[in-house]
């Protein structure tokens, strides 16, 4: 399928973060997500056994230290914490570990945006993605390697 080989495709109306409205940016929201584990909400949604929901919980933990000591809550990321939680996950793992880790909350911020109740009008998991000289790029490449396994 052409349109899931790059992350550009999956963009959709907004390409970049410069793209999107002051008004639609995640930051925005901060206070509906103040004291909300929304990853929880989430993860109430897939049925997994033991073994795989510990690997979630360790893949949601790092994911929440990142966005905290950037000052962000884990719903509301921006690009560049993507980016750099991206070149975190190739410095500490392999390729592949990198893309367990990576997939999962990218799969997180899809059902975001998927689900009304939260305003996610774009994905940065993808706008990070778009970047090909970027970490968030190999660990994509990856993906599309898997999907053709």
Do not use: C
Not at 1 to 10: K, L, N, Y
Not at 34 to 49: F, H, P
Request: proline share 3%; charged share 30%; no cysteine.
């Amino acid at each position: 399928m052409a349109s899931a080989r790059t992350p550009h495709d999956r963009l959709g109306v907004f390409k970049d973060l410069s793209d999107v409205p002051e008004r639609r940016r995640l930051e925005r929201f901060s206070s509906a997500y103040t004291d909300r584990d929304v990853w929880g909400e989430y993860r109430a949604t897939v049925e997994l056994g033991d073994r795989m929901g510990e690997e979630w919980a360790r893949f949601a933990r790092r994911w929440k230290d990142h966005t905290t000591d950037r000052g962000r809550h884990h719903a509301l990321a921006r690009p560049s914490d993507v980016e750099t939680w991206s070149g975190w996950l190739l410095d500490q793992f392999s390729r592949d570990r990198a893309y367990q880790h990576w997939n999962v909350i990218e799969g997180f911020y899809a059902w975001l945006m998927w689900h009304t109740e939260h305003r996610h009008s774009y994905n940065p998991f993808h706008m990070a993605a778009a970047d090909t000289e970027s970490s968030a790029y190999t660990i994509w490449t990856r993906k599309i390697e898997k999907a053709n396994d």
